[in-house]
Structures are given as C-alpha cells and as structure tokens.
C-alpha cells in the first residue's frame, strides 16, 4: 500500500463536477464488483460443503464398517436394561448427529446412575414453544437490548 | 531580591507558556466535545473501547502547547503534494505523532482485523451461503452516501464541496466497521479522518436505536414472523478451507482488499486451525487491546479545530446516518426479495445485520423478530449476514480505494 506497486488510480478528477460520469460509474461498478465478489464466494462456500458433505459420507462409511467389526467382537449384555422413552425428534430422522449427541447425554447419565438404558424412540414434542433453558439462552444473547 | 526576581519572572513564564493563555475558542469547544464523548462512553457505553481513547486524544491534540500531534506533518499541503517526511516525523514529532505512523502507513486496521478474525465464528455463514448476498445488499449504503456527498459537491456550494476522494471515504460510514473506515479514510481523505472516525463508532453504537424503526417500516408483521429452519452443522474442515478460500478469492481480484481481508482470514485461520492457541489469546487480547489503545489515540487526535470544526463535520455527521440507514434498508429490502423467492423461508430481518457492526447488528435482527414470536431465535442466522458484511464492506473499501487511491 506504499505506493510502489500500485497503478495510478482509475479516476485521476479531483472533484466530481470535473467527471459525472465517473460518479455514476463508480456506484454501479463499486456495487457490481461487491455482488460478484460475494456470489463468487457463494460459489466458494458451495464447493465446500459439498466436499465436506463428501468427506463425511465417507467417513461415516468407515465408522459404520468399524462398528460392524466393534459388534461381531463385543459380548451380548447381561442384565436387562430399563427402557427410556426420550422425547425429541420426528421430522428430522436422517438427523444422526442429533441422535448421537441424545444418546451420548443419556449414556453419560447412565454412567452415573449405574443403570443401562435402550433408546426406542426420539420424537420432538413441540416446535413452536422453547425451552426454560432456551428461553435463557435467548435473554443472555439479546440482554444488551 | 534578585531570588524574588527569578520567582516572579518564572511564574510568569510558566503562566505566558501556560495553555490557558494561548487557547483559541476552537480549541476549547473541541475539548468541551471531547468531555462530552467521554460521558458518552463512560456513562452511555458508547463503543467505550474505541470512544474513550478517541475522546482523550481529542483532548490531548487541542491542548496548546503540549505539541503532541502536528497535523500539518501528515495532512498538510506540502505532505500532501510530496508524501510524509517520515525523517521529521520521528526527528521532530511529538508522541502521537510518531503512534499516527501505524495509521497513516495502514498497519493499525488491518492488525485490529486479525483480532477480529481470531473471535469470528464463520460456521453460520458457512451453512448458510446465500447470506453472502445479504451482505452484499448493505454495502448500498457506501455507495448511495457516495452519490450523496458527490451531488451536494455539484450544488457548488463551497464550504460542502466534497472531492471524489472525501465523498468515498464518507461513504465508507456506511461499511459500519471503525478499522475499514479508518482504513481507507487515511488513504483517501486524511483530513477527514477525526469527523468521520467519531461518526463511524458513534453510529456503531447507535445500531440498536436507528435500525429497529427501519426493519419495521419495511417489513409486514408476517415476514418478521418467519421463523428459519435450523442451520447445518459445519464441519472443522470447512472452516479451516474458509479463511484460505476466500483470502485467494478476494485478494486475487481485489488486491486492495488483501490487507483487511487477508488479516482477517489469518486470524480466522489461527483460530479455527486449533493448533495455534498462543497466537489466537496475543491476536485476540493483547495485540488486539495495544492497537486498539493506540489507535483509538491518535484517531482522536486528527481530530484538532482546525480539521474538525467545519461545516464539513456536520454535514458528514449527517452523511453518515444516511449511510447507515440505507444500509440497513439495502439489507432488508434485499432479505424480503429473498422472503419471496425461497417461499417465505428466510425472514428478512436478518438482511439488516449486512451492515458490518458485529454483533450488535444481528443482535438487533434477534430483539426485533423476538418482538414479533419471543420464541424465534434469529441470532445465529443473522450471523451469516453480520460476518458477511465485515467482508463486503473490506471489498467495498477496496474497490474504492482501487478507483480513487
């Protein structure tokens, strides 16, 4: 930004009554050339989750085939667990990241209660209400206003 | 009695020394100013870490005599025509005249940039791609204020006869990003860089009262309704690729942008890389809080009477909440095209966050639409646009800089 490297600038006029055009110009050019930047790391961010959604399918696919592997050697359990219904999710079945945050709370529970539990169904009870726990999180991230 | 002689003679130097004496009303109205935005970011927490350091310097460059900062150095006609005499500078220059370097050789912004990229979380941006537009809609402001400052200059009117390179460095309020401003204010329209730093953060601080009245004058109580679905996780990988992608992108076409944009995404590197935790607490903390000292400083005391009390301050006071409204309104009228065209999907509330001002700005979309459905929760959504603002408004500045630098 020294200077050195840089090319004379585009409008050399001082002040805009010498060059009207060139304030018209630059407001189409500068808002044009914002957008485009921005679409093309639109483009960018596209790119990105494809591949990540790439990556993770195949990671999935090597977790699944060392979980298959992880059964066949595990013994059968030996008491009878408890069953939980948990109430969470319907719509969002596909949403196994969810379910295993759910059960990862559930088995770190079952820890420390020493009992075992089987999850059968995770179904989302309303949509449209939140939470006490939610309805805080809202008041701490808003409270400024 | 020669003992007394030398008393009195000295008591009476250090009185004709004495600020007092010498003190025009100008000076003395812009430390009056400077007390009162003080009060302004002690009592009314306006942007306090960047006001309270530009009050001081105000106060500190209008007090005759303590030659802290000269002005002329840097923005005087015979600096203007052949560059800054570094050589005097530091031979001759005063405290704040030798901190002014890091401002006028355009170190400062993009270093606070890198703080500000080690505390950004992209993620929601990232699962939400198209908010990039949202950010790009707010830019309008820059450039609508732009047009604004050039058609005033056309009335002829002297005292608010703007140069090209005055009205884009006003237009550049509208970015809502203090370090962008001041960034392209050094480059451009050094002489203006008190006013509009003062505008730039006072606004900044005003979000939450100009843009609500805005957003609910251009949406239907519907549309504020909108409750958005939940954003996708994104993965680490993602956000490691990011800051890299876009660096490559922007500084490939903008090469002017790279500074901001450059440091900003290194930080966001640091931060999201994971392997770097030492450089991310000294970018984010202590780096982050000595320039934010010594800018704030030293932005403050380009702000002497002779600079700052014109009528062209008032009229950039003005500029600058036009180009803050327009922003905002760019943002959300652009979020109700994209209400309509993904089916009433997307709430346009989250349009007005584009206007950089992180996080205040997407904390405003979050209060607004809590207003309508207390159960909806905006926030994270309106971070997409937020964060996407901070980078539309780096490329704006660049651009212009490109054209006028």
């Keep these: 930004m020294n200077g050195l490297s840089r090319t004379m600038a585009i409008i050399t006029e001082e002040f805009p009554a010498e060059n009207i055009s060139g304030m018209w110009a630059t407001v189409i050019t500068g808002l044009v050339v914002v957008f485009i930047i921005l679409a093309l790391l639109i483009g960018v961010l596209y790119l990105l989750g494809l591949f990540g959604k790439a990556m993770n399918n195949s990671a999935k696919k090597k977790n699944a085939k060392n979980a298959e592997k992880a059964v066949d050697l595990t013994p059968a359990p030996k008491a009878a667990p408890a069953v939980i219904p948990v109430e969470d999710t319907a719509a969002d079945e596909d949403d196994e990241e969810l379910i295993a945050v759910i059960s990862a709370a559930i088995a770190a529970y079952a820890a420390a209660d020493g009992t075992q539990y089987v999850i059968k169904k995770i179904k989302r009870t309303d949509r449209t209400t939140r939470s006490d726990w939610g309805n805080v999180g809202v008041r701490e991230n808003t409270r400024p206003f | 009695m020669e003992v007394i002689d030398v008393f009195l003679n000295t008591i009476s130097s250090i009185i004709r020394d004495s600020g007092f004496l010498s003190m025009s009303w100008e000076q003395a109205a812009m430390i009056v100013l400077s007390f009162l935005l003080m009060y302004l970011a002690i009592v009314r927490k306006f942007e306090p870490l960047l006001l309270l350091p530009i009050a001081f310097g105000m106060m500190l460059t209008n007090i005759p005599g303590a030659d802290l900062f000269h002005p002329d150095m840097f923005m005087g006609a015979e600096a203007v025509a052949n560059g800054v005499d570094y050589s005097e500078v530091l031979h001759h220059g005063g405290l704040l005249d030798v901190l002014y370097i890091g401002v006028k050789t355009q170190i400062f912004p993009p270093l606070i940039f890198l703080g500000i990229g080690c505390m950004t979380d992209f993620g929601p941006l990232i699962a939400n791609p198209r908010s990039l537009l949202l950010g790009a809609a707010a830019q309008v402001g820059i450039f609508v204020t732009f047009l604004g400052a050039c058609l005033l200059s056309l009335t002829g009117i002297d005292v608010i006869d703007f140069t090209f390179k005055e009205a884009a460095s006003i237009g550049i309020i509208g970015g809502a990003d203090g370090p962008t401003a001041i960034f392209l204010t050094t480059r451009l329209a050094p002489q203006l860089m008190g006013s509009i730093a003062v505008a730039a953060y006072s606004y900044m601080a005003l979000v939450p009262i100009i843009q609500p009245p805005i957003m609910r004058a251009l949406t239907t109580k519907k549309e504020r309704s909108v409750v958005m679905g939940q954003l996708r996780t994104v993965t680490k990988r993602e956000k490691i690729i990011f800051p890299i992608a876009v660096t490559v992108v922007v500084a490939l076409i ?56 014109t009528i062209k301050t008032i009229i950039i006071v003005i500029l600058g909440l036009l180009a803050f409204c327009m922003g905002t309104a760019g943002g959300v009228l652009f979020g109700k095209l994209m209400y309509k065209l993904s089916g009433g999907k997307i709430n346009p509330l989250i349009g ?36 996407a603002g901070v980078i539309g408004s780096a490329v704006a500045a660049g651009v212009l800089n490109n054209i006028f630098g």
């Design chain 2, 352 to 387: 007005s966050a584009g206007v950089s001002a992180v996080p205040m700005a997407a904390r405003v979309s979050q209060t607004v639409a809590a207003k309508e459905n207390p159960s909806n929760f905006l926030l994270m959504h309106a971070m997409g646009p937020n964060v």
């Design chain 2, 254 to 309: 903008i090469p002017d942008a790279a500074p901001l944009v450059g440091m900003l995404m290194l930080g966001n590197l640091f931060r999201e890389s994971g392997v770097v935790d030492r450089l991310v607490k000294t970018a984010q903390n202590e780096l982050m809080n000595i320039i934010t000292i010594m800018l704030g400083v030293v932005v403050g005391a380009t702000a002497t009477a002779q600079y700052f009390l």
